[in-house]
């Protein structure tokens, strides 16, 4: 079972819509959550991150978190195109020591955002 | 300007024939990790180092070989590269103090092709 499992997409939603993005991860002890954009070729950049249960907004976006159900999402209000892009949610292990460098990544799920 | 810069962006290689890919952080990060990335596999961690001569395995160790003799630098040495190792790498480094500051920060890539 990979760690940190995404919902594989693509995902196409049309221009204004709600894009809902869901990660579930299998170390109960994970202590942080981060989401990912990365444009076709270029690198990762940290959209938002989360570490305590419920709701995290920041502007269009809205991070959940539940650790009960090792469930992490990223909503995106009223969608645009140049939203599309990949999705990587990661997941920071049992704290402690040396895991603070070990994130694990999910697959990605590809987002596109149609006018 | 704070970054992670990785060289060279785009690599050739013959089976065999060593190279290296060189990372540098300007932003005094403890951590620094080295991803490579596969259409549907994600980000998977090849090494990471947790401090100047500290370093550990990640998910996909076997082909490669890593070093941390300075806190900035962190290269990526292919002894005997093969061609399943083409692929796009990353380099990244983040703080790794706390579980709150965990927020990766990546170099631009650099595409590998084993011939």
């Known amino acids: 079972q990979k760690e940190v499992e995404q919902n594989s997409g693509p995902l196409s939603v049309p221009e204004g819509a709600i894009a809902s993005l869901n990660c579930t991860y299998s170390?109960?002890?994970?202590?942080?959550f981060f989401w990912y954009r990365q444009y076709s070729g270029k690198s990762p950049e940290l959209i938002m991150f989360?570490?305590?249960?419920g709701d995290k907004e920041d502007g269009r976006f809205t991070a959940q978190l539940n650790k009960a159900s090792q469930y992490v999402s990223l909503l995106i209000r009223d969608s645009q195109p140049s939203d599309s892009a990949t999705y990587l949610c990661?997941?920071?292990?049992?704290?402690?020591?040396?895991?603070?460098?070990?994130?694990?990544f999910g697959q990605g799920t590809i987002l596109t955002v149609h006018p | 300007e704070a970054q992670v810069t990785q060289n060279p962006r785009y690599l050739i290689t013959v089976t065999g024939k060593k190279l290296t890919v060189t990372c540098s952080q300007n932003?005094?990060?403890?951590?620094m990790s080295w991803y490579r990335q596969d259409p549907g596999l994600g980000l998977r961690q090849i090494y990471y180092?947790?401090?100047?001569?500290?370093?550990d395995k990640g998910d996909v160790p076997e082909g490669y070989k890593v070093s941390r003799k300075e806190k900035r630098n962190f290269p990526l040495i292919l002894e005997s590269p093969s061609p399943n190792q083409t692929s796009l790498y990353f380099c990244?480094?983040?703080f790794g103090q706390g579980y709150r500051n965990t927020e990766a920060f990546f170099g631009q890539g650099t595409r590998l092709t084993v011939v």
């Open positions: 170390d109960r002890g994970s202590q942080s």
């Open positions: 180092s947790m401090n100047v001569e500290v370093t």
């Open positions: 990661a997941a920071l292990p049992t704290a402690g020591g040396t895991s603070y460098g070990k994130l694990t």
């Open positions: 932003m005094n990060h403890e951590y």
């Open positions: 989360i570490y305590s249960n």
């Open positions: 990244a480094s983040s």
